[in-house]
């Protein structure tokens, strides 16, 4: 595989002028002052790629030069917005042209997954700015991609993992760093969001006639659409998306890891899950649980999609939070329900601190544009690609794994008390759901090893297959940058 080169974007249509920012840079890092605009294109904005309009319109010294997206009534609808404000804004279908644009100078990215890291490799190649949502990533190894171009091309890259920039985050965190709480035991991540069936086709359907499927594929598969929606309903198709646990969870991913300290993926992972409760289109499991095995503490993380919530206190949440993290310490613990605020309690539940505050991620993006310095991001692309990470080895375990009756999995679970535990609400949620097993059948995950250095599994070669994927023609990320 190779990476995208100038006569790639000269083919995208660009022009001479366009094609001299591959080389030199944004316009802006070459010859703008600290007062000038950033000029910015949205990639991407039929759900959050809405907020990134709004959220960086607020931000001084900011302006929305482009627009982009593959579905031409989204784009209008969104380029119609800036017309009847009397604002000028380009737009294109095509993101390759987009990038061969001179006058952009930093580009958000709110594509489905699978396009989040080819965009802001070709961006970073192109002389841009990236701010990308999350996750950053459809694979490991595309993650790590990004990283390296980034440094390689020195620019600023931006992971859409909000709470970072948030104080009230940021002060609950330095409160475990420092040991208030004594030595963290645990920390758990949670995503209890009820996730109904997005149905059963009966044969390949007809994608909407305002979309180029062909660029909506992108580096996926040109496959028939075998879904009955293609827009949002791509999270749980393993093709473009990675489940709920790459969906809302990377955020609570994220989190965890953050208060856990750890800079690497974990050196060991297990997984158990299945898509349980009726039968759909959906390939990726909407009930799971993932053990991240670090030395000093385990991430157990949790995905419970089903209607009714069973098994935690108040039917839908689990020590107060139901969408959030939970770090249990020798003195106390740790509850974080939102992306800004936290609480601490000692052992006795008694509170002990609280946290909140809100923060602007786009703000802390155009700092950082504006100063050259990445470590003035709080969210830099390492820390998305690690977090990233930890969701794509867990639906590698997962998908590895095989079949497995509840007594299987609980005997390879007596081990580690927090998993056990954690099996056993689980259960209560499927009861609940009147699941049954016999016929629907939960998986038991490989057992994986990882040379955390390398980023590949030592015990398990098939496993490794997954950490990156194939790439269609003109779609190839890049295995060197």
Not at 51 to 60: E, F, Q
Not at 225 to 251: A, E
């Amino acid at each position: 595989m190779t990476a995208i080169n100038r006569r790639h974007f000269l083919k995208a249509g660009a022009v001479a002028a366009g094609a001299s920012i591959l080389t030199g840079g944004s316009v802006w890092a070459q010859s703008g002052s600290a007062n000038s605009d950033i000029r910015m294109a949205v990639i991407g904005f039929n759900a959050q790629g809405k907020s990134h309009i709004a959220g960086l319109r607020r931000v001084n010294g900011v302006k929305i030069v482009a627009l982009c997206d593959v579905d031409s009534v989204v784009l209008e609808r969104e380029a119609k917005l800036f017309r009847d404000r009397n604002e000028a804004i380009a737009v294109y279908t095509d993101v390759r042209k987009l990038l061969a644009d001179p006058n952009i100078d930093a580009v958000s990215i709110a594509t489905p997954n699978h396009w989040h890291a080819l965009i802001a490799i070709w961006a970073i190649q192109a002389g841009k700015d990236v701010y990308v949502e999350k996750p950053v990533c459809h694979n490991v190894s595309e993650g790590r991609r990004i990283v390296e171009a980034a440094r390689k091309h020195k620019r600023i890259v931006q992971t859409g993992t909000q709470s970072r920039s948030n104080p009230g985050m940021r002060e609950a965190i330095a409160y475990l760093h420092a040991g208030q709480l004594g030595k963290i035991k645990l920390a758990r991540g949670l995503c209890y969001k009820r996730r109904a069936s997005i149905g059963k086709v009966t044969g390949p359907q007809t994608p909407p006639a305002s979309v180029d499927y062909d660029l909506w594929c992108g580096p996926a598969p040109l496959e028939p659409l075998m879904r009955s929606r293609l827009h949002y309903d791509w999270h749980w198709v393993w093709q473009t998306g990675n489940g709920d646990l790459g969906n809302q969870g990377i955020h609570q991913m994220d989190i965890a890891r953050w208060a856990l300290q750890e800079n690497s993926l974990s050196p060991q992972v297990l997984s158990v899950g299945g898509r349980v409760g009726y039968v759909d289109d959906g390939t990726t499991p909407n009930t799971q649980f993932i053990i991240h095995d670090y030395a000093k503490a385990p991430l157990i993380f949790e995905v419970r999609g089903l209607t009714k919530m069973a098994g935690v206190e108040n039917m839908d949440v689990y020590k107060g939070a139901s969408i959030g993290v939970i770090v249990e310490c020798e003195n106390g613990s740790m509850s974080i329900p939102t992306y800004f605020s936290a609480t601490a309690t000692d052992l006795t539940g008694r509170v002990v601190k609280e946290f909140r505050a809100e923060g602007s991620h786009f703000e802390n993006f155009i700092k950082a544009v504006r100063s050259r310095k990445m470590e003035d991001l709080n969210a830099d692309i390492l820390e998305g690609h690690l977090s990233s990470g930890l969701c794509h080895t867990g639906n590698i375990s997962y998908r590895m794994g095989k079949q497995a009756g509840p007594d299987e999995i609980k005997d390879k679970l007596t081990s580690n008390p927090a998993a056990a535990e954690t099996f056993e609400r689980c259960m209560n949620h499927i009861r609940a759901n009147g699941v049954d097993l016999a016929k629907q059948p939960l998986t038991l995950g490989a057992f994986l090893k990882m040379d955390v250095k390398k980023e590949h599994f030592t015990n398990n070669k098939q496993a490794n297959t997954l950490l990156t994927r194939e790439y269609r023609k003109g779609f190839v990320v890049p295995d060197k940058v």
